[in-house]
């Protein structure tokens, strides 16, 4: 849905349909370099995978889903 690389937070809408707001953290370079060099963009097909830290949601994976 959105992505803001200054703050490192993006957001997804999930298959259940609620909005997710997932920061990226600043060790997760593989994840930010896909961002980054536009391998996954807005509106990408994503599988992600987050986990809850001090209030805020932190990516631990994510790429994108395989084309038909």
């Given at each position: 849905?959105?992505?803001?690389?200054?703050?490192?937070?993006?957001?997804?809408?999930?298959?259940?349909?609620?909005?997710?707001?997932i920061?990226?953290?600043?060790?997760d370079?593989?994840?930010?370099?896909?961002?980054?060099e536009?391998?996954?963009?807005?509106?990408?097909?994503?599988?992600?995978?987050?986990?809850?830290?001090e209030g805020k949601?932190?990516?631990?994976?994510?790429?994108?889903?395989?084309?038909?």
């Open positions: 849905k959105s992505i803001d690389l200054e703050t490192r937070t993006i957001v997804i809408t999930t298959v259940n349909g609620p909005e997710v707001a920061t990226i953290s600043d060790a370079t593989e994840t930010l370099n896909k961002f980054k536009k391998r996954i963009q807005v509106d990408d097909a994503v599988r992600g995978k987050y986990v809850t830290k949601n932190v990516a631990t994976s994510f790429r994108k889903t395989a084309g038909c």
